[in-house]
C-alpha cells in the first residue's frame, strides 16, 4: 500500500507564515505529480498547487506571490511553503500524488493524505 503522510498546519494570525510537508511511502515505484488541495466549509476542493516531477509548478491565482510548492524527489517528500496568509486560506489542506505502484506498474495511481487544518484568524 502506498500513503501520504502530512505534517504542519494549524493556527496562525493573518500574515504569518506556514509550512506543510507530506511524504509519500509504501509500495511506491515511480511518483509523477504532487500537489495540494484544500477545501473550506461549504465549499468544493481546489487544486491550491501542483509540481511535477521535473520541478515545474503551478499555482491557483489566489496563492500566486504567496504560496511555495516543492519536493524531494529523493524523499517522495512535497512541501508547500504559504507566506502572507490570508483568513480565506482558512482550510483543510490535503496532500495529493499521482504515481505508480510497484504491484500495478503500468498505471498511475491516485493518492491521498488524511487532511491537515489550517486556520488564519483575523
Known amino acids: 500500500q502506498v500513503q501520504l503522510v502530512e505534517s504542519g498546519g494549524g493556527l496562525v494570525q493573518a500574515g504569518g507564515s506556514l509550512r506543510l510537508s507530506c511524504a509519500a511511502s509504501g509500495s511506491i515505484l515511480s511518483v509523477n505529480t504532487m500537489g495540494w488541495y484544500r477545501q473550506a466549509p461549504g465549499k468544493q476542493r481546489e487544486l491550491v498547487a501542483g509540481?511535477?516531477?521535473?520541478?515545474?509548478?503551478n499555482y491557483a491565482d489566489s496563492v500566486k506571490g504567496r504560496f511555495a510548492i516543492s519536493r524531494d524527489n529523493a524523499k517522495n517528500t512535497v512541501y508547500l511553503q504559504m507566506n502572507s496568509l490570508k483568513p480565506e486560506d482558512t482550510a483543510v489542506y490535503y496532500c495529493?500524488?499521482?504515481?505508480?505502484?510497484?504491484?500495478?506498474?503500468?498505471?498511475?495511481?491516485?493518492?491521498w493524505g488524511q487532511g491537515t487544518q489550517v486556520t488564519v484568524s483575523s
Open positions: 509540481v511535477a516531477s521535473d520541478g515545474s509548478t
Open positions: 495529493n500524488a499521482r504515481l505508480r505502484d510497484i504491484r500495478t506498474p503500468d498505471f498511475l495511481t491516485t493518492s
